[in-house]
């Protein structure tokens, strides 16, 4: 191990839609400290997303050897047949850079790295201003099925209910102040 390893990790969670992912670019973009945790997924790569930069894209085949090897912190199924996980050897290639790992993850994903790491993990969840705006957000977006949101506002729903084990509850109602608001709970965590 390098001797300016550093164990602390950031986790991000929340339901789909609550926008985690814009407000985990904020934070990447604001302190160069932090590095973004490249998850291993099962699912194919969308249109611009590169593989090994926005996740390690596998066969189902590869994944399970990884499960069986023990390879991951946590992994789930996300979406039906849709396996994500993190694997222990990324976090390792953050901290060797004397970075902080920055995982953009699923709720219960997030609980279990938490659970791994209690005393150096900070988790923000990121809850939406209400479920009836999520819904509003996922149809704005245009890429999902009437189905597909019905689906996600109900897990959301469910997610929500688990708000209270991480360590900072923020509400994105206005994305300017979640961001400030997300700001300084990481600089209060890092300076510690
Ligand atoms: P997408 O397919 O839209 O990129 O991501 C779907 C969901 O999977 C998002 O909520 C994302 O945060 C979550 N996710 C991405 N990587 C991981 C991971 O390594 N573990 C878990 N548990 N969830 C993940």
Redesign the pocket.
Known sequence: MAANYNPKLIILTAP?GAG?TSITHFLLNHFPQLCFSI???T?QAREGEVNGRDYYFMSMDDFIQKIKDNAFV???M??EGKY???LKEELERIWHLNKVPVL???V??AIHVQQQYPQTTLSIFIEPPSVEELKKRLSARGTESEESIATRVNKASYEISFKHHFTKIIVNDVFDKACKEAEETVTKFLEN
Request: no cysteine; hydrophobic share 25%.
């Open positions: 789909s985690k998850s291993a997924a699912r946590e992994w789930e996300v979406y994500y996980g993190t953009d993850i699923d219960k994903g």
